[in-house]
Structures are given as structure tokens and as C-alpha cells.
């Protein structure tokens, strides 16, 4: 079958709309017709190849759908069901096999070389030439053939072109405080960066009861909306000193730090804020290769630095959470995002990247 997607041809290119072949699912796959698909961070930098998946490629793994056909084997879906999709992971591994997914030991083959588990790609150009999927989905387009693994099933009651962010920045943001952080009530948290990440970690920090929940932006408008959505305190590194601030305000040192903005400089910073027994959580992806200096008699002082996968979570249990936290008013992510029409996935990049838009969405069908 054909379908419509947004193609990544060549380094730092704008995104192309064109037909592509969609190959049926086979054993263990699932068509899904997309719905909305988010555009995240992640997305942007593989476009530019500091993430060097192969090209050209069908990006994009934020989607939300409706399942069309599924493959052998399948049984955690039916034709007609509304999913998220969320990343790949192989299940048998040992992280796999421990009910951590999210730290599959074959997570990047899965995930950045731009073909399913069997090594082979299930898109393809109208003259033959394979195109590399990403994350297992390839969801910038109006349909995509996903592992099972990738699926989750969600309510119907919920609009379904919302939930796509859910299966990456959403659920990478709030499970840093839900699932990796597990703060305890009253305690003092600082976010550094307040895009949909950040935000999404801001919204968590309410949820888990933190007494202190502190917002680090260069843009006041973004602080004002982290203060909307359950931060207590707001600090902008123009007009103060960052570290210093957090110790007065928290008397001496948070006790958990998350970093969103893949600046080394502020990693720095998100650890040097930290009290006795403060852990920071890293979430920013920089390039490959960068590099952070620490104090390392700071560290001494049991202190933790710790990296973060997809907010260390299991989707088929996570986001169904979240959604549930949705619907009883408490974690209100749709104030983050702004649709757009596939065709207007250049726009929607441009407007995410200088930070108009929080999180934007294309709606696809």
C-alpha cells in the first residue's frame, strides 16, 4: 500500500512530503494508521545526524493511531484499537527479561540503525530504495507497520491524536520523578529547562507531593507557564546566580535535580546544586562525544549523577497511568501542545526549535 510521509533525504534537510510503499506486517507487527504524531527533540537532532541513523529515513516516534492489520502472533491488539506507540525493545534480553525495556541491550540496533528486528525495513521509495524507519515506527507518515513491543493500547475516551508525546518526552520527563527519582512528599526538586520534557517532569513533581519544585529557564514566559503547572519557584541564569539561588531557597542544596538542555555547562550546575544525598537525574541528549567536567570532592559527598532512558518506564503500564492522572485533572499535558498538518511539519520543527511551540503535534488523519 502507499502511503504519505515526511522524508529525511540528506543531512540538515528540510522534511519532504512524498508516497512511499508500506510493506504488510509480519509475524509479531502491527499496521497502524496514524492519527497524530508528536515532533520531539530527538526527531531534530537525527534530521542534523548527530545521531547518524541511516538515510534516507522516515522519522518520527510520538505516534498515536488506530491499529489497521496485525501479524501473526499478535494478541495484545485487534484491528481497530486506538495505541500509543513508544520505542522498541527486543524482550528477550536480560534488561528485557527484568522488566526494564527501556534499557534493552540492544536498544540502539532497535531504535537508530533504520530497520525492524529482522534487519530488514518495511518502507520503501517508489522505485525500490529502502528508507530506515526510527524508533520502530517511522510515524511521521499516514501509516506505519511497528512491533508489537512498540504498542500500547489505550482508552477511547480520550482524543487520540493528543496521546502520541506520551510514548517519548511525556513519559521521559515524568518518569524521571515518577519512576526513576520516586521523591519523597515535601521534598525539594529543580528542573533545568522548562520545554515538554522539563514541563512534563514539573507536572510529576506535583503529582509525587515535592514541597519545593523549582523551574531553571533563560525565557520568562516559559517560567510563568512552569508556575501555571505546579513550580513554586522560578529562577532565570540571566539575572542571578543559578547554584546560589537553589541553596537559598532550599536551604543549603536540593535534594533532586533533573537536567533537560543537553548544555554540559548546566549538567554543572544541576549537580553543584545539589545537598548531601542529592541525586541528579541526566535526561538532555547532546551530541555524541560531549563532554562534562565535575568536581569530583562534590560528588564525594554522596551525591548521585545518573543517565535516563525513556524515564525509565514500561509503556503498557506508564502511559496508561498517565492518561488516568490526564482524566482526573492532575497531569494536564495538552497545555503543552499545538497542532499542525503534516504538510506543515517544517513550520512546526522551525516553531520548536526557537521555542514558540512547547510541543508541537501533526495531525495526520
Known sequence: MLTKAAVTNGKGDPFKIESLKVDEPKAGEVLVRIVGVGICHTDLIVRDQYYPVPLPAVLGHEGSGVVEKIGDGVTSVVPGD??????????TCKSCMTGRPYACQTFYELNFTGTMQDGS????????????????????????????????????????????PLGCGIQTGSGAVLNKLKPEIGSSIVIFGSGSVGLSAIMAAKVAS??????????????EFAKELGATHTINPKNVN??????????????????????????????????????????????????????VNTILFEKKVTGLLLGSSIPQIFIPQLIGLYKEGKFPFDKLVKYYTLDQINQAADDSESGVTIKPILKIS
Open 82 to 91: 486506538h495505541v500509543v506507540l513508544s520505542f522498541a525493545s527486543c524482550g
Open 121 to 164: 525495513c518495511r518502507i520503501h521509495k517508489e522505485d525500490g530504495t529502502d528508507v530506515s524507519n526510527f524508533f520502530g515506527q517511522a510515524s511521521f507518515s499516514e501509516y506505519a507497520v511497528v512491533s508489537e513491543r512498540n504498542v500500547v493500547n489505550v482508552p477511547k475516551d480520550v482524543p487520540l491524536e493528543l496521546l502520541g
Open 210 to 223: 515535592c514541597g519545593t519544585i523549582i523551574a531553571v529557564d533563560v525565557q520568562e514566559s516559559r517560567l
Open 242 to 295: 543559578v547554584v546560589e539561588e537553589i541553596q537559598t531557597i532550599t536551604g543549603g542544596g536540593a535534594d533532586y535535580t533533573i537536567e533537560t538542555t543537553s548544555r554540559p555547562e548546566v549538567l554543572r550546575q544541576a549537580v553543584d546544586s545539589l545537598a548531601t544525598l542529592g541525586t541528579t537525574v541526566i535526561i538532555g541528549a547532546p551530541a555524541l562525544g560531549t563532554e562534562v567536567s565535575l568536581d
